[in-house]
């Protein structure tokens, strides 16, 4: 049975870190496309950061420099790492899949099949 779960949210204050994770069971991410979204209250889905078959990386301008995704093959499991925090990241972040082996970079506007129930991650003083 095909599963993604995230983890690693919480309550952080400005300029902290917090790295999430992305459990993933019934693929492996090895082979498919893989990203993370976040949805802020009030706000539509976007595209954080996603990584291709072979290692290639790709994220959205308001991350870039901060946030690093990356993907460890022997435990299954995706990361991103989230450093400088800021209020407006504030957002139920979500990993997703999608089942294509791509070569090449990753575009965060694909259309991804699979996705995690969401963990919660507030940036406040």
């Known amino acids: 049975q095909l599963q993604l779960v995230e983890s690693g949210g919480g309550l952080v204050q400005p300029g902290g870190s917090l790295r999430l994770s992305c459990a993933a069971s019934?693929?492996?991410?090895?082979?498919?496309?893989i990203g993370w979204f976040r949805q802020a209250p009030g706000k539509e889905r976007e595209g954080v950061s996603c990584?291709?078959?072979?290692?290639?990386?790709n994220y959205a301008e308001f991350v870039k420099g901060r946030f690093t995704i990356s993907r460890d093959s022997a435990k299954n499991t995706m990361y991103l790492q989230m450093n400088s925090l800021k209020p407006e990241d504030t957002a139920v972040y979500y990993c997703?899949?999608?089942?294509?082996?791509?070569?090449?970079?990753?575009?965060?506007?694909?259309?991804?099949?699979?996705w995690g129930q969401g963990t919660q991650v507030t940036v406040s003083s």
């Open positions: 019934g693929f492996s991410l090895d082979f498919s496309t």
């Open positions: 990584i291709s078959s072979d290692g290639l990386t």
């Open positions: 997703a899949r999608r089942p294509v082996f791509l070569l090449g970079r990753c575009r965060l506007t694909d259309p991804y099949d699979d």
